[in-house]
């Protein structure tokens, strides 16, 4: 390897230690948010009223990994690192929503999801609507919408629109967030009544308060806010726990790429729990007991530690959300459709309210340094 190319390299590996610490921080505020009856400062500063779900009984309870006890077959690509710089190019991404073509969604894969509801204009009988998946597996959260039958019920659950640096309960969006949100709404517009599930962080409760009013609105909607969103699902560990294991395997980006070796590869038995299983206990305990409190739409926002691996699940794994590999993660105002028939049996479809549904941080820092041609080769193990 020439002395440039290991420059650029060891430069990329070093990126996105942002994220573990970012992740270590917020879910550390979450924590103590399940703990009180109300997260600090939330709800009151951006709704009108707030009604609190019941809780469900997830397990939160610290345990201190093994690193004998827990599977290392996915560390491979734990070698690979972006440099440590400003967290404005995370914010940046979503705006810049740069498009990547990702081996992790073949075009057989990335075929239509048909639903049926418009009328064809040469016959009585519904035709099929086409949603079409993105090259990283993703359908317009508008196109879904907008293909549901009467009698069908739908959950969208997205990450919250972009927000500020700093991670914390009281964290705000940014403008472009704002705008984000209130973008997505307008694609949403309809004399159709939703309801609004948040996770009681502002960044969430602002998120949807301005998808309620791109869709034109007169007055914000009446927040559910409901702990079990807050990211906590999948984690058995604490998230300072989870972040510092990730890194003694020599993933340095911590909880992050400790979570995409886990949600595509399994593992990882004494942090985090196995992805489908406790996916299907969301889908029961979250979705299909709160289901008949809500409006036929919803619209969930959470966080993405918990939006990704439900992304991941609902996909089947053809969602390019590989961060160990390629560097991909869940972007703003993207997330997981829930379909609910009157059976209660459900599909999903992985959904963007952005330009893209990933963020591509290789893709961010080529750009920043003025990188071009081919995306740089990790050597693997």
Wanted: glycine share 6%; hydrophobic share 35%.
């Amino acid at each position: 390897m020439n002395k440039p190319t290991q420059s650029v390299l060891c430069a990329i590996a070093a990126y996105p230690l942002f994220a573990a610490i970012a992740y270590t921080a917020m879910l550390s505020a979450c924590d103590k948010a399940t703990s009180t009856t109300a997260p600090e400062s939330t709800a009151s500063s951006s709704s009108t009223t707030t009604t609190i779900e019941e809780q469900s009984s997830s397990e939160t309870a610290t345990v201190e990994p093994s690193s004998s006890a827990i599977q290392q077959s996915s560390s491979s690509s734990g070698q690979k690192q972006f440099s440590s710089s400003s967290r404005s190019s995370h914010r940046r991404s979503s705006s810049s929503a740069v498009q990547t073509s990702s081996s992790a969604i073949s075009s057989s894969q990335a075929t239509p999801v048909s639903s049926a509801k418009e009328a064809s204009s040469s016959s009585t009988t519904p035709s099929p609507v086409k949603i079409t998946l993105d090259e990283n597996g993703f359908a317009t959260v508008a196109d879904v919408y907008h293909s549901l039958q009467d009698n069908e019920k739908a959950v969208f659950i997205i990450r919250h629109s972009e927000r500020e640096d700093n991670v914390a309960i009281e964290t705000e969006l940014t403008a472009n967030g704002v705008k984000m949100a209130q973008d997505l709404g307008v694609t949403l517009k309809s004399d159709e009544e939703f309801s609004y599930i948040t996770s009681g962080f502002v960044r969430t409760n602002e998120t949807a308060n301005n998808i309620s009013k791109g869709r034109g609105e007169t007055k914000l909607p009446k927040l559910i806010t409901n702990y079990d969103i807050t990211g906590n699902w999948f984690l058995k560990i604490s998230a300072d726990s989870l972040a510092q294991y990730g890194t003694s395997l020599g993933m340095k980006g911590g909880s992050v790429e400790l979570m995409a070796h886990w949600a595509y590869d399994g593992g990882y038995p004494n942090a985090l729990y196995e992805l489908s299983p406790r996916a299907e206990e969301f889908m029961q305990k979250v979705i299909l007991k709160n289901l008949p409190k809500w409006k036929r739409v919803s619209i969930m926002v959470s966080h993405d530690i918990l939006v990704m691996p439900l992304t991941v699940f609902g996909s089947k794994g053809k969602v390019a959300l590989k961060y160990h590999e390629d560097y991909h993660w869940i972007n703003y105002i993207a997330g997981l459709t829930i379909i609910i028939d009157e059976q209660n049996n459900l599909r999903y479809i992985p959904v963007k309210g952005a330009e893209s549904g990933v963020i591509d941080y290789l893709a961010i820092y080529r750009e920043e340094h003025g990188i071009g041609g081919k995306n740089p080769t990790f050597p693997k193990k």
